[in-house]
């Protein structure tokens, strides 16, 4: 009987470090996750199209119909959301049939009993996002482009974004050494990386498996939303919860609020958006974007307009501001400071609420 002590044994495993095979077992993960993706992604995208072509082919029935265009679009959407929940809005709806029409089934079928068989999860490699941002190239020569590119040098969707973007089509038509700049624009930056994670957790991939999306970016960031929508209905009456990570799509793009309240005295959406770092530009940039939005899409007629509260957690340093420059009138404005918390009192509640979480955290790593 061998010895399985025997370090001379020659069937024996060769030993390795704990972190060499914690770096093996996280490189199988995150492949598995990014095939789970892909495989999610193309049966999705094959299913749009398929939905796609019946609409059309509906459309193109040959009967006197009413339902044509945008009504069409408009019912499909009511019908679908009311079955199946998100997802299904006239946006998303148009983008279904408009992939049947730019991708016929003569472009993507090699035979004609793959035509016969419907859309194949085989004939659509690129992820659905990928695909709203090439049917966003109005240009059939630059599409095609951009789509040869993108599955010749496996570009994400940030990068085909960057690109199109970019006129890259243009810019490559008009190099005089276009190999050049097809070999440059191979190259990935690294704002182009996508984690597994983020592939999984896509907003439209999500409402087609059917799950939520209400996820935070960590769990200081979860416990500070959490607590700061305490706090505020703790303060009276006046604030009404209405929503916690509410979505938005502003062209072909998701976003997040982080919360959402309705006050009831100055009768008017509050939108809250919580940063883990220093204030910039930027985030005022867009808070002004998530109250235009709210103002055209959340906001009821006899409402006010929405105010917007930026509250920036980072370490060293707290700060709460109100953004009220969309607002008509000084009188307006006005009213709102006097009707909302204090920034200061805000501030003062944050930072409190950070360090004891981070010291409750430090106890639990001892």
Known sequence: MSDKRNPGNKHSAPAIGYDAMMTGVVVLLEEARRASSRAVNSIMTA?????????????????????????LIKRVSLDLTARFGRGFSPVNVSQMRKLYQYWPPERIFQTPS??????????????WSCYVQLMAVENPEARAFYEAEALRGVWKVRQLDRQISTLFYERTALSRNKAAMLKKGEKPLPEDAVTPEVEIRDPLVLEFLGL???????????????????FLLELGGDFTFVGRQRRLRIGNSWYRVDLLFFHRRLRCLVVIDLKLGKFTHADAGQMHMYLNYAREHWTHPEENPPVGLIICAQKDHALAHYALENLPNKVLAAEYKMALPDEKALVAEIDKTRKALETRQQGKNK
Do not use: M
């Not at 299913?47 to 019946?54: K, L, N, S, V």
């Not at 209400?214 to 500070?224: G, P, W």
């Open 212 to 230: 939520k999306d209400e996820y935070s970016e960590n769990d200081l960031e979860e416990a500070l939303i959490l607590h700061l929508e305490s």
């Open 47 to 71: 299913t749009y199209w398929e939905i796609g072509r019946r609409i059309v082919e509906y459309e193109q029935g040959g009967e006197a119909r009413a339902e044509y265009g945008a009504a």
């Open 114 to 127: 793959e035509k016969s068989g419907g859309g194949s999860a085989a004939c659509f490699p690129l992820p």
